[in-house]
C-alpha cells in the first residue's frame, strides 16, 4: 500500500492523535508539584492554554467556581500541589478520583486518573488524564452501595495453585484475614478456628476446601453457605460466603463474604413469632395444657417412630356437672385448672397432657417401659384428682375415670388410640367411677 493511503503515516499521525485525544479527554495535565506548575497538553473547553505552562493553583481556581462544595473538597485534598507530594511519598503514584459540578444546575461527573513519576534528576511529576464520567461514576456508585458496602471483602481464588489475593474489602475485616496468601487451604482453616462459632468450625473447614469447592461448581454457577462468625465487637454475627467462578477454564474464582446478620435475625424472630402463635392456637386458654389439635399432632408425630411402646390415657371428671352447677361456672373452672396442674406434675419422661372437650383430658405417655409403667400412671392420677380439695358439702364427689390403649398394638395414630381410650373410659364410669381400665370389659 502507498505511503500517502496509509492512515498511520507520520505526516497525519499528529492529526488523529488530536482527534482521540479531544473525543475522549477533556484535558490532559502534566503538574510539577515541586513548582506549584501545570503544563496543559491538551484542553477540550480551554484551547489557548494549550502548551503553556500556568501556576496550578490558578488553574484549579479556574474551575471552582462551576465545582459542587463536595468537589472542591476532593480537588483540594487530593489533587493540590501539597496532596500530590504526599501520595508521591505514600507509594501511591497511580490513582483516580471523581468530582462533581453543576452544569444546567443538573449534578454532572469528571474522573482524573493520575500517574506520577519521576524524571531523571528525580523530581515527582503528575500526570492526569481528565474526562467526563457521568455513566461511569453512576455504575461506580452502584457498586459502592450494593456490592462493596454490603460485603465483607473479595478473594480472588486460584483453585489450581491453592492461592489467593484480597482486592477489595472492608478494613475491619481485612484485618482479621491475610490480603495475600499461597495456601488458602491453611489460611481457611485459620479463619475457621479463629473466628467461626464452635458449632460450626468443621463444617466450615469442609465446605471452604478447594476439593468440595470445585465440586459444588461443576453443575452451578454460584455455591454459597451460611455460618456464625463471633465479632469482637458485635459478638455473634452471621455471615454468607460465597464461590462463583470468574475464569472456569483458568481455575480462577471469586470469593465474596457477606453480612447477612440483620436478616437472620428477623428470619429468627420471624420463626419465634410463629411458634409462639402456633403454640398459642395450639393451647387451651383456660389450662394452659394442649387443646385437641395440638396434642393430636404432637402425638401424631411421636407416633410415627413406631418403635417405641406407649400408651394414650383418657380421663373424664364424674360427677363435674353436679360440682359445676353447685360451685358455679367459675369454680368449676378453677377445678378444671387444678386438674391440669395435678396432670403436669405426674410429668416424667415424654410425657404429654391436653384438655379435648369440657372434662375430658388426654394424658399420653411415649418410651415406657411396660404396660405397668401406664396404669401406674393411671392409678397416681386417679388418686390425686380424688384427693382435690372442695368445699365440704361437695367433699368427695369429684375424682375421675380413665380409659387406655397402648401403640403400636391398638393403633398408630392419635385417633385409633383415642377411639379404644374413650371406649374404655365410659366403661370404667359404667363400672362404679373413680377406676382406669387398660382392655375391654365383657358387656
Known sequence: MEEKNNIFAAADSGEYLAKALNGKFYSILRVDPQKNRVLVLHSRDYPQAVNTEMDWNAYMSRYGAILTAEGQERLRKRLSSEALLSEAKNGEVNFYIDISYLKENQTNWLTVSVLLEKNTDGAWFANMFIWKSNSEHLMRSIIDMYVYETCDYFIYLDVRNNSFVMFNGNPLETSRIAEVSDDYEKAAAEYAENFVVEEDKEMVVRKMSLKYIIKQLENNKVYSFTTGVIDPVRGYTRKQIIYRYYDRQAGKVLLCRNDV?????????????????????????????????????????????KEKLSALLVLDLDNFKQVNDSLGHQEGDHLLWKVAQALQLQNHGTYLCGRVGGDEFVVFLYGID?????????????????????????????SCSIGGAFAPEEGTDYRELFKSADRRTYQAKRLGKNRFLMEDMDE
Do not use: M, W
Open 261 to 305: 446478620t440483620e436478616i437472620y435475625l428477623e428470619e429468627r424472630a420471624r420463626q419465634r413469632e410463629l411458634e409462639a402463635a402456633r403454640l398459642k392456637a395450639d393451647t387451651d386458654p383456660l389450662t394452659g395444657l394442649f387443646n385437641y389439635g395440638g396434642i393430636s399432632r404432637r402425638v401424631d408425630d411421636l407416633l410415627l417412630k
Open 370 to 398: 411396660d404396660k405397668k409403667q401406664a396404669e401406674e400412671t393411671a392409678y397416681h392420677i386417679c388418686e390425686t384428682v380424688k384427693s382435690l380439695t372442695l368445699p365440704e358439702n361437695l367433699s368427695g364427689l369429684i
